[in-house]
């Protein structure tokens, strides 16, 4: 099967994680644009380049594409760039004109313009880190109480001028791709929205397009994975299966539904089935879920660590250790890497957001069930990448570090990758390196 994915932008995991996934089926064959193509967190994607790489595939049998990156130059840039209705109008009925050519089925995703509720304009446009804040405040108070709050009074007329203008550009791109969708042009078409408060724009404009017949999902950047995950024939039956199943209602940081919820839309969305027991399941899905609340290592947010014994399922199983955002939970691997992980093992993941963590996770399992030409060496490299990032480094190493050093994340991985190499029974070297030039995504190359 031949298939082309377009990422968000060229971090680790948008870029490099999805050929790990895919490299455990030697059956696929996934075609992504040149990584210097792709857009950072300091320039946008060169989408006439990609275009002309795009045009000259031939025999294609999917299409997996973030909609951001060819309509903006990446997710960064959508919320950036200064470009006009019209001539993004024009960019992206280009890209309809050459996918129209490829007879391929298409899955896309496009992002509903976030609202950080915070003054950092990191991934934002420069007056974020001055007014950022206030406008997060403007656009809650807004929806909820149904008409202009008057903070709105407070920030400078051109900046909130501009900021409103950015929004409605966006949607009105958003309402193209989903009149596409009205005439069968994608297979599927999510619209995507993270970082999600209980009022705002994004989440009005969210009701919106579901008002006007689109699929909006919470998440972003494992979308692409769980429409590889679909684009993959076969059904996939999962069971999943909580630590913590009294506190399966309970919602996620940075998201707006419940895990359970998250869970099962995932599962679903990969093109999966969600069964209601273990005798039924392909594979078992163990959900490390939270107690009161979801912790966060780097923010300083605890919660009640996994406290059990884990025993080895005798079906295929597969782990979204979720009790904390953006890393693992350290009792949990204990436990696991006591046990064992057994000759059933699909995969491991506690990579970010409750989302991000099942998307990825259950698109590798899924390749790997259905898998013509499995490689089990692949599948081996692909888990070493997940507990060297997820555990490794950011359950623990990043908090040893206040900068990017790679000399220093070598230096302090070298037990974990000992450890790691034992449970899996897989030699390998180590590269670290920080693409984005923060310490919130790290790249973990082996040889």
């Known amino acids: 099967m031949n298939i082309v994915f377009i990422p968000i932008d060229d971090r680790p995991v948008c870029y490099g994680l999805p050929k790990l996934i895919t490299d455990i089926d030697k059956s696929l064959n996934i075609f992504m644009p040149e990584r210097n193509l792709l857009g950072n967190l300091n320039k946008r994607a060169d989408v006439e380049q990609i275009f002309k790489w795009l045009e000259n595939l031939r025999d294609i049998d999917a299409i997996v594409l973030s909609l951001d990156t060819v309509a903006y130059g990446g997710l960064i840039s959508s919320r950036r760039c200064n470009d006009s209705f019209d001539e993004i109008k024009i960019r992206i009925r280009k890209l309809y004109d050459i996918l129209t050519r490829k007879n391929a089925d298409i899955y896309a995703f496009s992002s509903i313009m976030r609202i950080s509720n915070n003054n950092i304009n990191e991934e934002e446009k420069e007056y974020w880190s001055k007014w950022g804040k206030k406008i997060f405040d403007y656009s809650y108070r807004s929806h909820k109480n149904g008409c202009k709050s008057r903070i709105a009074n407070t920030i400078p007329s051109d900046i909130l001028e501009d900021y409103v203008l950015t929004r409605k550009r966006n949607f009105e791109i958003n309402k193209i791709y989903l009149e596409w969708q009205k005439q069968g042009f994608f297979k599927t078409l999510i619209f995507s929205k993270d970082d999600c408060a209980e009022y705002g724009f994004n989440v009005r ?243």
């Open 205 to 447: 404009e969210a009701q919106a397009l579901q008002d006007m017949g689109g699929f909006v999902k919470t998440g972003a950047d494992e979308i692409p994975l769980t429409l590889l995950a679909r684009a993959i024939k076969g059904e996939v039956k999962i069971f999943p299966i909580y630590a913590q199943p009294e506190c399966k209602n309970l919602i996620s940081n940075y998201e707006d539904i419940s895990i359970q919820k998250s869970t099962e839309s995932q599962i679903e969305l990969a093109g999966c089935k969600v069964v209601n027991s273990d005798k039924e399941a392909d594979i078992i899905l163990y959900v490390n879920n939270f107690i009161d609340k979801q912790g966060e290592i780097v923010m300083k947010i605890s919660t009640k660590p996994f406290h059990s014994k884990w025993n080895i399922p005798e079906k295929p199983y597969m782990i979204a250790d979720v009790r904390f955002a953006n890393g693992s939970d350290n009792c949990f691997i204990k436990e696991l890497f006591k046990a064992g992980t057994g000759e059933n093992f699909y995969g491991y993941a506690g990579w970010n957001t409750s989302a991000n963590t099942l998307g990825s996770l259950i698109c590798a399992a899924k390749i790997k069930f259905l898998a013509k030409k499995y490689d089990e060496t692949a599948f081996k490299k692909l888990e070493t990448v997940r507990f060297l990032d997820d555990w490794a480094y950011q359950a623990n190493v990043r908090q040893q570090i206040k900068t990017p050093n790679e000399t220093a994340v070598k230096e302090k991985m070298h037990n974990y990758e000992k450890e790691i190499s034992e449970i899996l029974n897989y030699k390998f070297n180590t590269k670290y390196c920080f693409p984005w030039k923060r310490l919130f995504e790290i790249e973990v190359v082996l040889s």
